[in-house]
């Protein structure tokens, strides 16, 4: 960089029973090709070898800083590392996942070079790990671009995950993760996206998420979990609604959530208690859901009919599914 003072990149990593993987995952942050960063290793209480492991790291190297933070969440954790980071940018890594050598280079060189606060590269899923050597190159563009206006969906991770993303550390004074099972990603993300339109963006998969079966993204969540996932899609909306020029994802978000709604609501949950939720919140924002112009007629439909009428949801998924099996 020219022979300026080159930044500092705190890199956050909460664990919890990871033995399998974190020694992986270490590896690679600690292959990277930009060399001056932290790591903020926040352990939640693990019952394994996974905090020896860290410290056993950081004997080795003082850039690795082990940090316990017991009993408290993945939010929780994230959240003592960014108050604990010393960093002038920030960076995410799950415990079970990987990155290439190249990342925090580019993403940091893209915000750099672009005069941006954020910058954001792709991802892969994948169950092992496949060193890759990349040409730099980043460009400069807004949330909305990167949306597919025909199926209404957002470039994978743009929006959702931390993890895929650099932050300068002054764009998250006053924000941070709220304390949900699943979702705190996109609330976190959302709040601020919606203050940040522009943005560097890496066209390469330079952060890869371990395939896990046995992770909470895959196991059969427990439906407080799916309930957070729903409430924190509606407050990411409230949010973009603030910002006349996100306003556009405002309404992604509502549709993502009344498919949810629908499939968990009559399909999956049988606790009282978390319908009368879903319910609450169905009602609090339909009338936006009804109104946006940009979902089609049948999809509004379909959400009104199996949302008021939940003995029709059942008649059609007994069809549907005799249907397959003909």
Not at 144 to 169: D, R, T, Y
Not at 266 to 286: A, R, T, W
Request: positive net charge; glycine residues 2%; proline residues 2%.
């Amino acid at each position: 960089m020219n022979g300026e003072k080159t930044p500092l990149i705190s890199i956050i990593v909460p664990s919890f029973n990871e033995e399998k993987n974190i020694s992986r995952c270490l590896d690679s942050i600690l292959d990277q090709t930009y060399k001056n960063f932290e790591v903020i290793c926040v352990d939640d209480n693990s019952t394994d070898r996974t905090f020896e492991i860290i410290k056993e790291y950081s004997l080795k190297d003082s850039r690795i800083k082990p940090f316990k933070n017991p009993s408290k969440g993945v939010s929780s954790a994230r959240n003592f590392g960014i108050e604990n980071s010393c960093g002038d940018y920030i960076g995410f890594v799950d415990s079970d996942d990987f990155i290439q050598p190249q990342m925090y280079e580019f993403l940091l060189k893209s915000i750099l070079e672009n005069n941006t606060e954020i910058s954001i590269c792709d991802f892969i899923r994948d169950n092992k790990f496949n060193k890759k050597i990349f040409s730099y190159e980043s460009r400069v563009t807004t949330i909305e671009k990167l949306i597919n206006l025909n199926e209404f969906s957002l470039k994978p991770g743009i929006s959702e995950s931390v993890c895929n993303k650099l932050f300068n550390k002054k764009v998250l004074n006053g924000i941070s993760f709220k304390n949900l099972k699943i979702g705190e990603d996109l609330n976190f993300c959302a709040e601020i996206l919606s203050r940040v339109n522009l943005f560097s963006y890496i066209n390469f998969p330079l952060y890869i998420y371990y395939e896990n079966s046995a992770s909470t993204c895959h196991i059969d969540l427990c439906h407080e979990k799916w309930f957070d996932l729903i409430e924190a899609r509606f407050i990411s909306a409230d949010l973009f609604k603030k910002n006349t020029s996100n306003y556009l994802l405002k309404y992604i978000f509502l549709r993502e959530n009344y498919r949810v709604m629908v499939y968990y609501r009559y399909g999956n949950i049988n606790n009282k208690e978390i319908c009368k939720k879903i319910d609450n919140l169905s009602n609090k924002y339909f009338k936006d859901y009804l109104l946006c112009k940009y979902i089609p007629l049948r999809e509004k439909a379909y959400a009104f009919i199996f949302l008021k009428f939940s003995f029709l949801y059942h008649f059609y998924r007994k069809i549907f599914n005799l249907k397959n099996k003909e």
